[in-house]
């Protein structure tokens, strides 16, 4: 007996005299009332068996043959995503280092595969909220932005924690790699950022967007790129980058964005922007949480690259 002959049948039926001489895959097709394709594609699996063997598609059915049609075989489930570092924790919250490449909760086409699957593959609490494909998730990261991400465990921890991000109460400061090196050193971007009015996947400065302000500072003068401590007072989508690219100087490997081929030279495969420190006063307990997470390996390659340009060049 075959796999398919163990499993509950989606079909079962005796050929009869009209039927017989045909080519199985038709008479599937027309029981099942699909086109002929999907009933080839059941016969390649090996769902469809006459007389309890597996059959080519072209096989031609006897009178009185019994014809089964197994259910597909339930698809294995996607592996979990890598464990995410978790570098604080307590019963109502953990700050995690999010890694590039990682989409913090599932939406925009992607479903699975997020930090919100590893963190409970990993067994973190993650308290629920208004989205259910969002849980724990107060604040994100974009896919692309490795570093400090809080989330919470318990609708408290939630409650707090929105207040304190809505209160500017939470103190996020960014590393980024950018295109030239900025005029004035430092200066704060205050403008507002709105969906971009063509590419809706985009965002813009435009003074019907939400209030946005933005100050850095360049820490590393590289003469074609800089690197910069970059401190958020509001948390829009995308506001690092929009904002250095509204000045002139994109993150780093950001073509989204504007930026040049610079980033690619370097060998970043994303933009240069990281979530380097993060400080608040825990919203449940009061404790104060400060972390810092140092540069991955790519952007201190990276760095290291500019540097030895430099060098070289004295």
């Known amino acids: 007996m075959s796999d398919d002959e163990g499993r509950d049948p989606l079909l079962e039926r005796r050929v009869d005299a009209q039927e017989a001489g045909q080519r199985v895959d038709a008479l599937v097709a027309r029981w099942l009332d699909e086109p002929r394709a999907a009933a080839q594609r059941r016969l390649a699996a090996g769902e469809v068996t006459v007389g309890g063997a597996p059959v080519a598609k072209s096989h031609v059915v006897a009178v009185g043959a019994r014809v089964r049609v197994a259910r597909p075989a339930p698809a294995a489930p996607p592996p979990a995503p890598p464990p995410v ?20 909760h599932p ?9 919100v699957e590893a963190l409970q593959a990993q067994g973190v609490p993650l308290a629920p909220g208004e989205d259910p494909a969002r849980p724990g998730i107060v604040h994100r990261l974009d896919r692309g932005t490795s570093g400090l991400l809080v989330v919470v465990s318990s609708e408290e921890a939630r409650r707090g924690l929105t207040r304190l991000l809505a209160q500017r109460q939470v103190q996020r400061r960014y590393w980024a790699l950018v295109d030239g090196v900025p005029r004035p050193p430092a200066a704060t971007i205050d403008a507002p950022i709105a969906r971009h009015p063509r590419k809706r996947t985009l965002f813009t400065t435009t003074a019907e967007g939400r209030p946005a ?26 506001q690092v980058r929009v904002h250095l690219s509204a000045v002139g100087h994109p993150v780093c490997a950001d073509r989204v964005y504007g930026a040049s081929p610079l980033g690619e030279a370097l060998g970043l495969a994303r933009p240069a922007l990281h979530a380097a420190a993060l400080a608040f006063a825990h919203p449940v307990t009061g404790e104060q949480v400060s972390l810092t997470e140092p540069l991955p390996a790519d952007l201190q ?8 340009e430099a060098a070289s060049e004295a």
């Not at 307590?90 to 989409?103: F, I, M, S, Y």
């Open 213 to 238: 302000v933005t100050r850095y500072e360049v820490e590393v003068d590289h003469g074609r790129a800089a690197e910069l401590s970059v401190r958020l007072e509001t948390g829009r989508t995308h």
């Open 85 to 104: 570092p978790i570098r604080w924790r307590d019963a109502h919250l953990a700050v995690v280092a999010k890694p590039a490449g990682l989409v913090t």
């Open 107 to 115: 939406g925009a086409g992607v479903a699975e595969g997020t930090l």
């Open 301 to 308: 390659q990276a760095r290291a690259a500019l540097a030895g």
